[in-house]
């Protein structure tokens, strides 16, 4: 079997004149994690659109679950979850309602699972959907997505209308679902915290493409701030390879660097004389660093 | 000081407001362009009327959407400024039709006191429950279509107004002063209502699906419809899978449509009935040469065509989650098929429930036995005229805009067929003796209507196999 | 060998800048160094971890598998992660630059710190109390 669940290749998409996916290179494997990061406006949703076949590529390549998303078949549709980042879910309908209407779609329905999960997630099935809170909704949505159980489960925002509670229920049952690695889940988010937890890679996605996509442990390995402080005075520009912002202050530099390893160190050492610290970053002082400007 | 009344003139310059202002404005000389001397006045109060009506019901909505923001508690002096704007908008409107009624001859007073009582109600209309809103509204479209087709054909001076309508447009002093005066205090009382809304006034949460947030809110709006009976026992019937049937999935969709028909019933009924009688009172004719018309034909032949467009409303809202929803399990153009048959069968429910309660009226009150082959007529071309109308909803809907969408709908349902249904329909009674001669053209026109209308549905199921749903 | 379930608790901060997979490898290293974590012992399971502290299953097989490679535990079938006895590996020297970076970090940080040698040697000598003699 295919080790990929979604490859794309090159996958250009833009609206109106405006590109917002300007070659898009992201191969998912199978049973992984993945958490999807960006800015505001970055394409994540664009992204998540065409890798489900809600858009149709300007230019590029996607397959998804061996199928290409445009006309993904009803066999290809019964293995895949999606939760919108914003769904009206028919609002006149009941909790329960919305779930039977949903559950008589898939031919394999988890019905014991949506009804633990209603009353782990404190959601009244009696109550109607139109003045649930937005956060409910969401919770509602993420619920109908796990029903059929699918092997892939696409989530846009998932997070970022839920509460801290609510948010961590949902990571838990995020974790429940994979922890046999029979899945995978991609999800958006510009929520670093909740990636830092369950993603176990994550792809930065940044003016059009995809600048950074591996394991999340190797890139906390790899991204590290330099505190360097020289004998004498430094150069504005110090030209280590891999630097992603560089602040000379005299005899003292602070450079984040994506790809540390120990000769980088000694280059620093040796040529300025310098004593070097390395800082640990965590995920969002990576994010900011990768889109300093 | 100025400048804030400037810029509550300006908030006018939008599409939304301008286009059709400007356009009911220009209509003001609309009665002087279609009839030829001597000019009827009924015939232009008639229609100064609707245009009254709608064009304040517009200034309404504007002014009502600028105060029903954070803005006009948030900002010092920013009621005034807007309500004085529409104010003086209002007066320039009545004070026009006033004085072209004038030149015809009419009471001034009698004018003034008509048309206020119209503007008093056009304002109020956006404060009350949405299917009031709707009811007036189509009343007022479709009175005003009738009276533009039916007066200048069939009214020479026979036809009398309402007794009261009679009475104020005479000019005696005490009934329109009496108008007049009713008039200013509606109004008044509007302008309190609007200077002391807030969010807790349900009105302010009404919005007209102009914009895309206002088509949110239009969808939202859905929450305010209990389900009809019987739809809980079909959801409590679900027992897992639907299956693969074709039937059973276009059932299992509809379920997914807002309560499209029990809307629709209840909307219908009500505007047929509340139309029956007020052209019933208002005198649009009975008869001609001495040859009754039936009422309830007319209005059935107004209303018929607004079907697809109130169940087009419900499948738009719809499609703001049709990229979600296209990704159940089933490929595109299955979805595309079965949600089109699913609205299809919205549709044509809604029709039938129209044809029943069409009979039950012309049963109870109308005057004139209508005779099979009449009322095959009427089967036939509102099928016709509805297969249409579907396939022109099917073709607009792909531009996902509701604007579009109602436009096109009142163009083609609303204008041309309900124009063409009345004249037809005038004609036919007309020459009643010879409905059977006409009957060829009558089915002629319906097939072509129905089949029109399904070749359009077939290219816009093509078409919408290619859309993208996002 | 008798092998004990030891209750040992993990103890993550996910929003470190340490990966949460170094987190974990770290606290077994310190554990063992401590001595509370004694040779023999078993590490909890990978999915017991991972559902006691809400991460993602893999991160555990991840520090998991990298303390195997280093030599701190190994695998048994069917019962888990075994805490090893300190077994050196690698010649001498190979180790000695393993260390010395971090060292050198300490040295670096030392003279900022303008501590003499014999200051840092007072900090260093409890520490190396546990390491034994030859």
Known sequence: MNNWVIQTQDVHKGFKGKQVLLGVDLNVPHGSVVGLLGKNGAGKTTLIKCLLGLFRLDDGEITLLGEDPWTLSAAAKERLGYVPQEVSLYPWMKVQQVVAYTGAFYPRWNKALIERLIKEWELDPDAKVSPLSVGERQKLAILLALGHEPELLVLDEPAASLDPVARREFLRAILEITSDRARTVLFSTHITSDLERVADRVAILKDGKIIYHDELGRLKDSVKRLQISAASPLPTSLNIPGTLRCEVDGQEALVSVRDLNDQVVDGIRERWNATVQVRDLNLEDIFLEMHHV | MFERYRAAAMTYIRPATSIPMAALLMAVLFPILTSSPPYNVKYITSIGLMFVLLEASFLAYHVKEQIANYRSTVMPRFCTPH???????????????????????????????????????????????????????????????????????????????????????????????????????????????????????????????????????????????????????????LRGYVGSGTWKRVRHWQLGNAPTTWILTV?????????????????????????????????????????????????????????????????????????????????????????????????????????????????????????????????????????????????????????FALGFTLLTFVLRRELLSLFPAWATLSMLLGLAGVLLAWYSYRKWCETELG | MIHNRTSFQFDVAPSSGVPIYRQLMDQVQAEVSGGRLRPGDLLPSVREVARRLQINPMTVSKAYSKLETLGVVELVRGQGMRVCAPVAWGAVHERQTQLRPLLEQAVARAYQLALTKAQVWAVLAPLLEDLDDE
């Open chain 2, 83 to 237: 309500i004085v704007v529409a104010l003086t908008f209002s007066l320039v409107l009545i004070l026009l039709h006033t004085l072209l009624l004038g030149v015809f001859g009419a009471s001034i007073l009698g004018a003034l006191a008509i048309f206020s009582m119209c503007l008093a109600t056009g304002l109020w209309v956006h404060h009350f429950h949405p299917g009031v809103i709707g009811v007036v509204l189509l009343v007022g479209v479709a009175s005003l279509v009738g009276t533009l087709v039916l007066i200048p054909i069939v009214d020479k001076s026979s036809n009398s107004y309402l007794y009261v309508i009679e009475l104020i447009l005479s000019g005696s002093p005490a009934p329109a002063t009496t108008t007049l005066i009713l008039s200013i205090v509606v109004i008044a009382g509007w302008v309190v209502r609007l200077m002391h809304l807030n969010e807790e006034m349900f009105e302010y949460h009404l919005k007209l699906p102009f914009t895309e947030s206002d088509q949110k809110a239009q969808r939202d709006r859905i929450r305010a419809n209990e389900q009809p009976p019987g739809m809980a026992a079909r959801f409590d019937r």
């Open chain 2, 267 to 419: 909307l219908c009924i009500t505007l047929f009935v509340v139309y029956y009688l007020v052209t019933m009172a208002t005198g649009i004719p009975k008869e001609y040469d001495g040859t009754p018309i039936p009422g309830g034909f007319i209005g059935f032949a107004l209303f018929v065509f607004f079907l697809p467009y109130l169940g087009a409303l419900r499948v738009v809202g719809r499609g703001c989650d049709l990229g979600y929803e296209s990704l159940r399990p089933c490929s595109k153009p299955q979805l595309v098929r079965e949600l089109g048959l699913a609205a299809a069968l919205d549709m044509f429910t809604a029709w039938a429930m129209l044809i029943v309660v069409w009979g039950l009226t012309i049963a109870i009150w109308n005057r004139v036995a209508i005779t099979p082959l009449e009322l095959l007529v009427i089967i036939l071309f509102s099928i016709g005229g509805n297969v249409f109308l579907f396939g022109v909803t099917a073709w607009l809907m792909r531009f996902h805009s509701l604007t579009l969408v109602v436009g096109g709908e009142l163009a083609v349902g609303g204008g041309v067929l309900t124009v």
